[in-house]
């Protein structure tokens, strides 16, 4: 018997609910500095502010898994969009009051953006298995998770900007705040598995240490952080500092910049929905090492040649399409490789990893163009990227990027804790990315 809509509608809610929160996480992080200018002219202060939400996002990753796992992926993300909920609203009420010191803003960002990670996590450690339940292909849950994604955080920022302009940034707060209160309502609605899928009597620090082993013992999983580890930093180097600066030295100025990303962005979107349309009946590894070799060095050496904006939209667009197509790959091979009661964890591991050379992006891009000028940063980012290519055209290691692990693999049991759901007991019914390019 084929799956009901009854059954697909779990998938739905979460995907909505990941949306909805992600789109209030991209309102914070524009949002929160425009308010402390808002309120204090400070750029040095609004420069702090702007860190203390970003800096918990890897401690998050990192140590966060393990209480996802045993608390329950739905407990989890009611409880991380309650508290992101809380923390952001706090800012407009305590101002509202006159209560609300700087140190105090520092403490509510700083903490509302703890909790981000563990709650995404959660989120994802979830769609495996409501994937199975509505008989859809994995390979389309993960498209459908990365377009949500990123249509999230495109919509974010500038939805964020406009309401700033509308009503102000007091106000886009209060906003801001009920986008997680919305997130939460969904997930408290929606009839999915919440139950701990930890059912180890493992300590804290044992129970972090398997995810992290699950993790450096697959050699698949392994190559994916250290890839995404470096090729985060090019990509972060590229969009933050090498635009820019193309932008205003080659092109029309800020503008340009904009334009150049927003049509990444745009193709990137249309990427991964072709994949789940149709590509993912493709073999994964091909499409990947395509997808892949497509992305990074044509783009440079594009820009190097200065050919023109009309040449560099067309290029941006096709590298940010074959960019669209990676993440969900990726995604997939997570899912299938990680088992249920490790999941969230060593999804954290992984992207702990990608994410861990991130903030020396813009440092060794800026450092790169001051000592070698933009074209020959363009060279070697060039040649950076054809050398990560290489890696993933030439070990053996890749071509398993479409195979579940062994049992070999899992530190602890790779035998499935149980699935408990709130309709398991009447029916039998039973990520790490490459950023925005």
């Keep these: 018997m084929a799956p009901t809509n009854k059954a697909r509608a779990p998938l739905a809610v979460v995907l909505s609910a990941h949306g909805i929160s992600l789109t209030g996480n991209a309102m914070t992080y524009l949002a929160v500095p425009w308010f402390v200018l ?7 202060l609004t420069g ?3 860190a203390a939400s970003f800096l918990p996002i890897i401690l998050s990753m990192a140590f966060g898994g393990v209480l ?12 991380a969009d309650g508290v992101s909920a809380v923390m952001i609203g706090l800012i407009p009420l305590l101002h509202v009051l006159d209560a609300l010191s700087f140190p105090l803003l520092l403490i509510l960002v700083f903490l509302g953006a703890l ?20 008989g ?3 390979e389309r849950a993960a498209s459908a998770l990365d377009v949500v994604e990123r249509c999230a955080r495109m919509v974010g920022a500038p939805l964020a900007g406009g309401l700033i302009a509308l009503v102000g940034p007091v106000n886009v707060l209060i906003i801001d705040a009920a986008t997680f209160v919305v997130s939460a309502l969904l997930m408290l609605t929606a009839r999915v598995v919440h139950q701990s899928t930890d059912t180890s009597r493992t300590s804290y620090v044992q129970g972090l240490r398997a995810g992290f082993t699950f993790l450096w013992r697959d050699p698949l999983l392994r190559s994916i952080a250290l890839l995404l580890a470096f090729t985060n930093l090019l990509d972060v180097a590229y969009s933050a500092v090498i635009i820019p600066v193309y932008a205003d030295r080659v092109l029309s100025g800020a503008a340009s910049a904009g334009l150049l990303l927003g049509t990444a962005a745009t193709a990137a979107v249309v990427g991964g929905i072709t994949f789940g349309a149709v590509l993912h009946r493709m073999p994964r590894w091909p499409v990947f090492v395509i997808a892949f070799t497509l992305i990074g060095l044509p783009r440079c050496i594009a820009f190097a040649l200065e050919p023109g904006m009309a040449l560099l939209l067309l290029v941006v667009a096709a590298t940010g399409f074959c960019a669209g197509m990676m993440n969900p790959i990726l995604s997939v091979a997570q899912f299938t490789r990680i088992p249920e009661q490790l999941r969230a964890r060593t ?6 990893g990608a994410y861990a050379l991130v903030a020396v992006g813009p440092v060794i891009g800026g450092g790169l163009i001051a000592a070698a000028g933009l074209d020959r940063t363009l060279i070697i980012l060039a040649i950076a990227y054809a050398v990560a290519a290489s890696s993933v055209i030439f070990f053996p290691v890749w071509r398993g990027i479409g195979e579940p692990a062994g049992p070999e693999n899992d530190p602890e049991s790779t035998t499935p804790a149980p699935v ?12 790490a990315t490459i950023g925005d390019r």
Excluded: C, Q, W, Y
């Design 68 to 79: 996802v796992d045993r608390i329950g992926h739905r407990t989890a993300s009611v409880l």
């Design 48 to 50: 702090i502010a702007a």
């Design 420 to 431: 408990h759901s709130d309709e398991a007991a009447g029916s039998g019914e039973s990520r």
């Design 347 to 352: 999804l954290g591991a992984v992207s702990t």
């Design 38 to 44: 808002d309120t204090t002219g400070d750029p040095t």
């Design 115 to 134: 909790f981000d990670a563990p709650g995404n996590a959660a989120k994802h450690a979830l769609i495996p298995t409501l994937a199975d339940r509505a």
């Design 136 to 138: 859809i292909r994995i």
